[in-house]
């Protein structure tokens, strides 16, 4: 599957940015979508993940502030970013998860920056 982000900026501390992750096949399909962050010199890491069923899961580092949904009839995924702090501030990626015959298949986005400055 292909997935093409949108939504990333610059915002002040406190503001907030909402991503968009749309995906070339319906996204009800799709087992588990997700949005990743990666910031200059560390890891990529989890940020927030949602199952077809509609299940969710959050870093503890952005829990009460951002939130994970999925639009199905868009074959979307967005997360809502709120109270952004300048440690939010990484390329963001969109990841989409499948499995097949117990074959899991992984897709990734090109990534958005998202920059959290005054």
């Known amino acids: 599957v292909q997935l093409v982000e949108s939504g990333g900026g610059l915002v002040q501390p406190g503001g907030s940015l909402r991503l968009s992750c749309a995906a070339s096949k319906s996204s009800s399909s799709i087992n588990s979508m997700g949005w990743y962050r990666q910031a200059p010199g560390k890891q990529r890491e989890l940020v927030a993940t949602?199952?077809?069923?509609?299940?969710?899961n959050y870093a503890d580092s952005v829990k009460g502030r951002f939130t994970i949904s999925r639009d199905n009839t868009k074959n979307t995924v967005y997360l809502q970013m709120n109270s952004l702090k300048p440690e939010d501030t990484a390329v963001y990626y969109c990841?989409?998860?499948?499995?097949?015959?117990?074959?899991?298949?992984?897709?990734w986005g090109q990534g958005t920056q998202v920059t959290v400055s005054p």
């Open positions: 949602i199952t077809s069923g509609g299940n969710t």
């Open positions: 990841s989409a998860k499948e499995i097949v015959l117990r074959i899991t298949f992984d897709s």
